[in-house]
């Protein structure tokens, strides 16, 4: 079983090596694009300070370094998930135009095998502005920061296996972008970039449930603030289900595929 791991992750590092060499090949495009995505990130944050110095730097409890937590650490996951295992995001395009065959031929886990299959030039902006806040954040504790930045990464999971969880609902309904959009950008995202005083009770039993917006923002920030091991074991368990569920409905729905007899070779 370990040894299956080590192969698993030497895989991924080499795919993810290919892909950044492909990356330095369109520099400018890549550059762009980041550096567009860091500054529309910002812009945002502006809008949260204006707000704040308004109001003597507290609203009902909530301070301006809450904002920097819910502005650094869900986008390091978002950054993590989508530049270095963008090629989830596609799953669909390959389930509906039969491109997943080639995946289906290969020995790799198909879905891993297709994570590793592309980036997302724009979210590499994602992540750098992740880390630069994270720093603000936790006011240049360098353990926090560390910490901040580990849960960040593990966060992705969660950005992973609900995009992997909706695309594969191509292979019964069909075109699938607007339920990724309103899941992944306009719930799951939105619920994550405001504290978590400001909900009811209903939508926080959707974020802590269907909408995992609580896994990639306010559990994890509950530990890195506090230390609090229940909120790790927490974070993690749940990371893992969601892991074991996606694997489980993959299988599933994979066999559901029907192959559109596009069989072609994949360095």
């Known amino acids: 079983m370990l040894t299956v791991v080590k192969n698993y992750f030497r895989f991924m590092k080499e795919s993810i090596k290919c892909n950044l060499k492909g990356v330095m090949e369109y520099k400018k495009s890549f550059l762009i694009q ?15 300070f204006v707000i704040f110095n308004g109001s003597d730097g507290n609203i009902n409890g909530i301070t301006m370094n809450d904002i920097l ?51 997302d030039f724009s979210a590499f902006g994602d992540l750098i502005y992740g880390l630069v806040i994270g720093l ?24 992973i296996c609900v995009e992997a969880l909706i695309r594969l609902l191509t292979i019964k309904i069909g075109n699938t972008d607007n339920i990724e959009h309103i899941c992944i950008n306009t719930l799951m995202i939105t619920f994550a970039s405001y504290p978590e005083a400001i ?13 995992p917006s609580a896994y990639i923002a306010f559990i994890p920030i509950k530990f890195v603030q506090t230390l609090n091991f229940g909120f790790l074991l927490w974070f993690l368990a749940v990371a893992c289900g969601f892991v074991v569920l996606t694997a489980v409905f993959s299988k599933q ?15």
Do not use: H
């Open 253 to 267: 729905m994979l066999k559901k595929y029907e192959s559109g007899n596009n069989i072609a070779m994949r360095g």
């Open 34 to 48: 980041s550096v567009f995505m860091f500054f529309n990130n910002f812009f945002f944050l502006i809008f949260w």
């Open 136 to 159: 603000f954040a936790v006011e240049f504790n360098i353990l926090k920061y560390v910490i901040l930045v580990c849960l960040g990464i593990i966060g992705a999971i969660f950005y």
């Open 199 to 211: 909900y009811g009770k209903l939508i926080k039993m959707l974020i802590y449930t269907v909408i």
């Open 69 to 119: 937590y819910l502005w650094s650490l869900p986008v390091i996951s978002f950054g993590t998930a989508f530049f270095f295992f963008g090629g989830i995001s596609k799953l669909g395009q390959y389930i509906l135009e039969g491109g997943l065959d080639t995946y289906l031929t290969q020995p790799k886990n198909v879905l891993i095998n297709v994570m590793v299959s592309g980036m």
